[in-house]
């Protein structure tokens, strides 16, 4: 079993540590059959075919990173790939993403459970998010899932009364889609629905969101 990942991986020079990179991915993809793992051999075997090629465009290079930002927090050895690819994209010259917009602080988060926000703002974060991740990672099932659910729950908030039936369904699809792709992003969109589905003046104000 390839060893654990730390935060000193990915200051393994380019070549090694994205071979590194397939066989940690290979070994989690070959005893789990997890979406999050086979992507992540997928992502890695992409970056070494970048690596090897004579020459890479702009829009590969960008490609790679938007798909390493998205799933940075999939587990630690999503992390150090994603510190990684960062890297070399600034060795090869391309603009990326700032250290906060790459690294994202999570302030979505934080916005989205914060006691204070409306569930109709929480909603519109939610949304935007995961709206986000499926431009850095275009076509995947995690991302559009969350989308069309954040989606779903916005469209429900604005109606004048939801069935008891209704909520139930859209958290239990929530909690049975964390469950299943184990990310924040899809924790805090489950925990958010939670809060709203029971209807507690204590969880959500009345008023509107606050404005920054």
Known sequence: MTPAPNDRSSNLTPRPFVDWCVGYFEALAAADARDHWQRGLNTAREWLRLINAPSVSPKEVSSLVGIAQANQHRGSGWNVMAIGIR?????????EPSFEEFYDRREW???????????????????EHFQRRTHQDPDQEI???????ARTWRDLIHRDSVPG????ALLESARRNAKRHETEDWWVLEQAIDRWSKGSRSAWRIASPRVH
């Open 143 to 149: 991302w559009d899932l969350g989308l069309n659910t």
């Open 165 to 168: 039936l209704e909520r139930a």
């Open 109 to 127: 988060a934080r916005e989205a459970l914060d006691k204070h926000v409306s569930a109709a703002h929480a909603a519109d974060i939610l949304f």
């Open 87 to 95: 890297s070399w994209a600034a060795e090869c010259g391309c603009t």
